[in-house]
Every structure is written in structure tokens, then in C-alpha cells.
């Protein structure tokens, strides 16, 4: 197996290697790590470690403030980017179905370890297609500078375009889970619909005239999209 998150139970020497001189988790990460894995049933929906070590060193290259997480669980990307951001002016939304595993296992720990961080946080509760497009009729567009997509993979392809539209030029898209266990790179005849939804959004992020990508075998794949600043593009004749 190629394809795996750091803690996963295929993961490879090489894996494992990377992942352990990459990743430098606080505190308050290791335990919210421990706590989801201890009580959460579908602990292994929350990030790798090193995907959001990946994430965290991206906002503070771009020197991002404003960044939207889509897919909250138990809070273990919100808190990753909330320790990147700068403290005065960070901002979080984060965006899921059902905060239950966030209020139980997440909040807590944030509480008890680092309240303040949770002042740069806003919780979106419903399905995130519908609170994005919100943020985009108010007149959010252009004013995100990062975005984390790692939620409901059918809607892969909705978020995508949500972000770009919220995001500035020469933001960034992390998209997780873009290999799913390397599957996208087999038969689609033998895609079920989460696969297809995947391997939809990684080809319509390679034809987009307005993003740059690259696709990282890290975690269960990375999709990194940086939305272009079209003012300073250059065509050769």
C-alpha cells in the first residue's frame, strides 16, 4: 500500500519515516489526537498529522488570516489553523452537518488548553454547499486567502468551485483525501460514487484555467490548488 495516513494500518517505513521528522504536533493537538481516537467512533476521518502540518506551514507562507475548514469532526483542523494564524486577526469558519464530536471530544480539550483559541473560530452547522454559497451572497468572495476541503466527498466538486469563488488570488485549496487509498488511480468501471466525486474534482482542478496544482502523494493524497492572480499572467505568443 502507497497510499496511507501516517496512522494508518498500512502505512510503510517510508511513511512512517517522513511523518515523524514533518510533523510537530502541540500539546493540545496530541491530546485531541488521543481523545478521538479514544471515543470517537469514525476516528479515522480526522486529518494526518502530517496533512495538517502540510496546512499549517501554506497559511503562514502566504500569510494567510481568513481560512474556511471544511469538515469540523472532532476540531482537529480548525485547531491546526488557528495555531498557524496570526492571533489578532485569525479567522476560522468551519463547517459541518453535526458538531456533536466537536462539542464532546474537540472543545473540551481547546478549553482547557488554549480558550483564546477558540475566539478565532465561527461553527457552521447544516451542509456547507448551502453555507458557502451564504458567504458568497454576502459578499465574501475574494476575501478568503485559505481553504481546507476534507467533508462529504460527493460534494467535492461543488466545494471546489465554492472556494475558488471565496478565495483571493493567490490563495490556496487543500484538498484531502484526493487519492482515496490510490483507488482513483484504478478502473473507473470500479469507482463507487465518493471515488467518482474524487477523481471529478482532481481532472476539473487540472483543466481550470485558473488554478496551478500539484496532487501529493501525502496522507490519502493532497490536492494543492493556488487560485491565480490572472493580472500577472504572462502569455508567450
Known amino acids: 500500500m502507497e497510499v496511507s495516513k501516517s496512522y494508518g494500518k498500512h502505512t510503510t517505513p517510508i511513511i512512517d519515516y517522513c511523518a515523524k521528522l514533518s510533523v510537530k504536533q502541540t500539546d493540545v493537538e496530541k491530546e485531541l489526537y488521543e481523545e478521538t481516537f479514544k471515543k470517537a467512533k469514525a476516528a ?26 471544511i469538515g469540523t469532526f472532532t476540531g482537529a483542523s480548525a485547531l491546526a489553523w488557528a495555531l498557524a494564524l496570526p ?11 453535526d458538531h456533536t464530536n466537536f462539542n464532546n471530544i474537540g472543545k473540551p480539550i481547546i ?19 448551502e453555507s458557502l454559497e451564504k458567504l458568497i451572497s454576502n459578499g465574501e468572495s475574494g476575501k478568503w486567502d485559505f481553504a481546507f476541503i476534507d467533508a462529504d466527498k460527493e460534494n467535492y466538486p461543488k466545494y471546489y468551485q465554492q472556494c475558488m469563488t471565496l478565495l483571493r488570488p493567490g490563495g490556496v485549496i487543500l484538498i484531502d483525501n484526493a487519492l482515496r487509498g ?11 460514487e465518493a471515488e467518482k466525486a474524487i477523481d471529478q474534482t482532481n481532472r476539473f482542478i487540472f483543466d481550470d484555467e485558473n488554478a496551478d496544482n500539484i496532487l501529493l502523494n501525502v496522507g ?10 490572472r493580472m500577472f499572467m504572462f502569455k508567450c505568443l
Open 87 to 97: 492571533f489578532e486577526d485569525g479567522e476560522i469558519a468551519s463547517f459541518d452537518l
Open 111 to 129: 478549553e482547557k488548553k488554549c480558550p483564546e483559541l477558540l475566539s478565532k473560530m465561527t461553527f457552521h452547522l447544516g451542509p456547507a454547499t
Open 220 to 229: 490519502d493524497g493532497l490536492h494543492v490548488v493556488f487560485k491565480k492572480n
Open 182 to 192: 490510490g483507488r482513483v488511480a484504478g478502473d473507473p468501471s470500479n469507482f463507487n
Open 44 to 69: 479515522i476521518m480526522i486529518g494526518a498529522p502530517e496533512v495538517l502540518q502540510f496546512g499549517k506551514n501554506f497559511i503562514r507562507l502566504i500569510h494567510a488570516k481568513r481560512c474556511l475548514d
